[in-house]
Structures are given as structure tokens and as C-alpha cells.
């Protein structure tokens, strides 16, 4: 790998080199590696493994803050009058290059395995599997799988400019020729975890064990069809981490769009760009995740508004954003406020907080002092009906509507309870159904029948409030005596869970919503008088009822 850097700007070009600034080696190698005289090239083993210092290299370097790469100790600091600098000393010489390992694969690529993790593949299947790769990462961004091979299947042009490049430098001939890999193998993390805080090496030991990956935590390289191409697809990955540690970036989703950002101008590879410009667009779609791995919230401004609650934390900070950062990074943290105006030394006060708006909506008020942000919800529409409270569920990204009012019910608080107003009586004979009409146009999720009054039956010895033991025999039609319920409408008689032909209620719901217009005539029967019975007249009728049903417009 080669770094690059100046006083004010830090170019990783990973396996690039522009030929203009250059990392610095100042004056030793990790022990037992003795110190050399400037101006030499030295060689020392450790543990059975070659370090080389390039030190001649380096001119008036006028070193003073170091980073350690991985053995070396290198000048961030310097006036830059060189021609180029390799080092890549966690790199074992014994570990066996790319292309030894697999001469005996560089054959045609017509089918033929060129390498040992290689799926040759045809046209048809590099573009299945670029359609399904794109559309599953675009899903679901953290299937690095579907990345990796989406990164494959359409990153030929791209990486054999990269090919190229390298080729024309000299120290990109050196990587091409040696191939040396970045893994467990070659890399010593317990040496690394030694090193001083604030050395590369250290904090790249760090960054790995924060995040929970190790350098084989890269997949290997599989459908690209070119053994050299291939290895530079998986030198890109390999170096991946290095950019996270260089440029001081997690592997939380806005750090990892920043890394991808980086990568799709070094690299021109059209998985960085699809990454890069996609994924801020999808982040959207989540207002609020919060894990091990992925941080990124969504904020909404409401200016001259306070909640007044008990904070978890009071910061002094930059500006808003430094403030929502350190709630996105508290897991107690929902919402924050921020004041108008800054102090003598230009910091806003930050209050974290442990709720918000919606949650505790008594507690929010306007203010002169501060700005309330909170979390991006589907609350913001106010999709709870009838003056209900949206309270937000940050890890579903949902919500449910608490406090419907007396009445109202369903996930919106859309639905209510409407009565009609006078009693509805079924004779059982002569014709004489209990007739209903809606009061309004919209959908009938249920029907609740309380009983009042009467009975029916087959004779009296047999009478109930709805049918005949455990048969329900109570039928709903439409004015045209079309049966509505039961829904399996050739049943003159059906069993209803937790309800007899004796329960002092009945409840008819219904699995697709009625839809009614205002006005519109319904008719409760009992069985034997809607098909004329001929045992129908000594039905001791009329039977009584309350008919209420669960309406929203």
C-alpha cells in the first residue's frame, strides 16, 4: 500500500500512486530491528519475517508527529521532496504470493477455474447476479455478500484501469509482482495492540476489535473472470479498513457512505458510486438505528420549542449537529435541546434527553431559549384519528395510537362505536325481519347484537335469544334478502367461538370491512322465517336487541 499525505489534506490512493507527496520513514524499525544510518536501505527479520526500511528515500523530512504503520514509524508532518515510498512490512515474505499459488489455474477464461475461489460464470449468470445483488443490497444495505458481489459482477472496466495504473508505476509493478495478501497470517494484531495510542498500528488493532472484525473478515474475490484483476478486487478490499483507521471513520452508516465516497473517486468502481449516492436515499427510509455496527437518525427541527423533561446530560457543543451526534451516540437518547444563542466561547448548551414530543407531549411548549429536535417518526403526519396520541416506536420505526377516546378503537383510534337508536326486533315468522339502516357511508368492521328482549325458536320448549343450543340460526342480509353473514352465505345455521344460541350478546365480524352507504337497509333474521319454514308460526317471537357496529368513514 502507498500513503500520501500533506500538512492539510490525507490521500489514500490504496494501490494508486500519483507520484507527488510521500510518507516519510524516520528512524527505526519495530525491535530487535536495529536503528540504520540515514541515507541506507536495512534489512532485519523478525520472527522469521523481512522488514525493509526505505529511509534514503526521504528528504529535509523535518519529522515531529508520528503514525506507526504496522512496524514502521513515519513522519505525518514533513516538507515532501520525494520520489515515491513502498512499505508493506505486516506483510510476511514466507506467506506464498497470489500468482505462485495459483499458476497452475492461469488458464482461458472460458469455464475455467483461474483461481481457487473462482466461479466462472456466463453473460446470463453475471447478469442475474448483478440484478439480484443490486436489488437485495438496495433492500437490505448490510448484506455486504450482495455488495461484494455486486462489486465483482460490474467492476471490470474500473478495475482494469486500476490494473493499469498500477502497471505504470513502479511500486505498483512491486505489489502486482509480490501480491501480498492483508490477513491473520501476515498481520500480528497482539504486536499491534502493543504499540503506542495514536500510532497507525495501534489504532488500526483498535478500530478491529471495537468493531468486531478481524482482516479475514473480507470475503474472497469469486466471479471475476481474470486472475490479475481479481487480485486487485481483493487488494481493495483488503485495504478497506486501512481508509476507516486513516481517516479516523467508524463503520457506522454515514462513515461507511463517506468511505464509499472516498473509494468511488479513487477507484471508479460503480459499487462505491451505487453506494455512495443510493444509500444516503435509503437512510431515510429508517429514522432511527441504533446497534453495534450501524448509527443514523433522522432529526426534525421545531425552533423556539423546549421539552421540558428531566435531561440525561447536558454538553456544551459547536452546533446542532455536534449536539444530535452525541444523542445518536447515548442509547438513552431520544430527542435533544439546543439553545438559541451561544455562550462567551461560542458553545450551545445540549441537553440529551430521554423522551420526546410525542411521548411526552404535555411537556412540550414554546420557548425563547431553546430549539427542540427530535427524531424523524411517522408520527410527523398525525396519523392518529379523532385527537388520540401517536406515541413513536423508534426501533420498529412505527407507532401506536394511545388514548382513544371512549368509543373509538383500532391501530389509528379511526374506528368507533356507532348505536342505532332504537331497538331492532325479529319476529321468526310472517316475514317480519329486524330492519336497520346505517347512519353513515364507510366501512362496517363488526356488528355487536345485545339482546333485550324476547325469544325465538323452533317451538317454545326450544326458544334461545339467537338459535338452537350451540347453533347460532341468526342470519344478516341486505335489503334484498342477499345473505351478508355468515360469510359462507349457503349456511342457514353456523357456530360462532365463545357464543351460543343463549349468549346475552352476539358479535358478527366480518374478515373484508362492509362497505356502506349512508341510509343503507340491512335485515336480522331467524332461519326458519327467511326460508319459510313450514314450522315457522310457532316461533314464540319477537326477539330484541341493541344493534351496534364498529364503523370508520
Known amino acids: 500500500m502507498v500513503v500520501h499525505t500533506s500538512r492539510s489534506k490525507l490521500h489514500v490512493p490504496l494501490l494508486l500512486h500519483s507520484g507527488d507527496l510521500f510518507v516519510c520513514v524516520t528512524e527505526k524499525v519495530l525491535q530487535p530491528a536495529k536503528e540504520e544510518e540515514r541515507g541506507q536501505v536495512g534489512k532485519e527479520s523478525y520472527n522469521g519475517k523481512t522488514t525493509q526500511l526505505f529511509n534514503d528515500r526521504c528528504s529535509r523530512c523535518n519529522a515531529t508527529n508520528y503514525v506507526d504503520y504496522i512496524g514502521f514509524e513515519v513522519s505525518a508532518t514533513c516538507d515532501w521532496q520525494s520520489k515515491g515510498l513502498e512499505f508493506d512490512d505486516a506483510i510476511s515474505d514466507s506467506i506464498p504470493d497470489w500468482e505462485d499459488e495459483m499458476e497452475d489455474k492461469n488458464l482461458s477464461h472460458d469455464g475455467i477455474q483461474l483461481y481457487e475461489s473462482h466461479i466462472p460464470t456466463s453473460v446470463m449468470q453475471k447478469v442475474l447476479l448483478t440484478t439480484g445483488s443490486a436489488l437485495m443490497a438496495l433492500y437490505n444495505p448490510e448484506r455486504a455478500d450482495m455488495v461484494a458481489t455486486l462489486g465483482e459482477t460490474t467492476g471490470f472496466l474500473a478495475l482494469k484501469n486500476m490494473h493499469k495504473k498500477m502497471q505504470a508505476d513502479p511500486i505498483g509493478q512491486q505489489i502486482l509482482q509480490e501480491c501480498p495478501r492483508i490477513n491473520s497470517s501476515t498481520i500480528d494484531m497482539n504486536k499491534l495492540r502493543q504499540l503506542p495510542d495514536g500510532s497507525f498500528g495501534r489504532e488500526y488493532a483498535r478500530n478491529m476489535d471495537t468493531n468486531k472484525i478481524t482482516a479475514d473478515s473480507r470475503d474472497e474475490v469469486k466471479f471475476v473472470d481474470d486472475k490479475d484483476l481479481a487480485y486487485v478486487m481483493q487488494r481493495y478490499r483488503e485495504v478497506h479498513d486501512f481508509v476507516h483507521t486513516l481517516a479516523g471513520l467508524s463503520i457506522s452508516v454515514s462513515h461507511e457512505i463517506a468511505v464509499k465516497w472516498y473509494e468511488m473517486i479513487q477507484t471508479g468502481l460503480p459499487m462505491c458510486a451505487l453506494s455512495s449516492v443510493v444509500a444516503p436515499i435509503r437512510l431515510t427510509a429508517r429514522s432511527l438505528h441504533r446497534d453495534s455496527k450501524f448509527r443514523v437518525a433522522s432529526f426534525i427541527d421545531h425552533v423556539f420549542h423546549v421539552l421540558d423533561v428531566l435531561e440525561l446530560e447536558s454538553r456544551l457543543v459547536r452546533d446542532r449537529i455536534d449536539c444530535q451526534l452525541h444523542c445518536l451516540e447515548d442509547q438513552r437518547c431520544f430527542s435533544t435541546n439546543l439553545a438559541t444563542k451561544p455562550d462567551i466561547n461560542s458553545r450551545y448548551v445540549c441537553k440529551l434527553l430521554p423522551t420526546d414530543k410525542y411521548n411526552a407531549s404535555d411537556s412540550f411548549r414554546p420557548s425563547p431559549r431553546f430549539h427542540h429536535y427530535s427524531v424523524k417518526t411517522p408520527c410527523l403526519s398525525n396519523p392518529c384519528s379523532h385527537n388520540s396520541s401517536c406515541r ?157 357496529y364498529l364503523f370508520s368513514d
Open 392 to 548: 413513536a416506536l423508534y426501533q420498529l420505526n412505527d407507532f401506536w395510537c394511545g388514548d382513544c377516546h371512549p368509543n373509538y378503537s383500532g391501530s389509528y383510534c379511526e374506528k368507533w362505536l356507532v348505536e342505532i337508536p332504537y331497538h331492532v326486533c325479529m319476529y321468526g315468522k310472517g316475514d317480519m325481519p329486524g330492519v336497520f339502516f346505517t347512519l353513515l357511508a364507510g366501512k362496517i368492521y363488526s356488528i355487536r347484537l345485545v339482546h333485550i328482549s324476547g325469544k325465538v325458536g323452533c317451538t317454545p320448549e326450544d326458544e334461545s335469544n339467537w338459535g338452537y343450543h350451540s347453533d347460532i340460526d341468526t342470519i344478516l342480509t341486505d335489503k334484498d334478502n342477499n345473505v351478508v353473514f355468515p360469510e359462507d352465505h349457503n349456511a342457514t345455521y353456523y357456530q360462532l367461538p365463545g357464543f351460543t344460541g343463549n349468549s346475552p350478546e352476539l358479535v358478527l365480524s366480518f374478515t373484508i370491512p362492509l362497505l356502506v352507504t349512508a341510509g343503507q337497509e340491512y335485515r336480522l333474521w331467524y332461519w326458519e322465517d327467511l326460508v319459510n319454514h313450514n314450522d315457522e308460526n310457532n316461533n314464540p317471537g319477537p326477539s330484541c336487541m341493541k344493534v351496534i
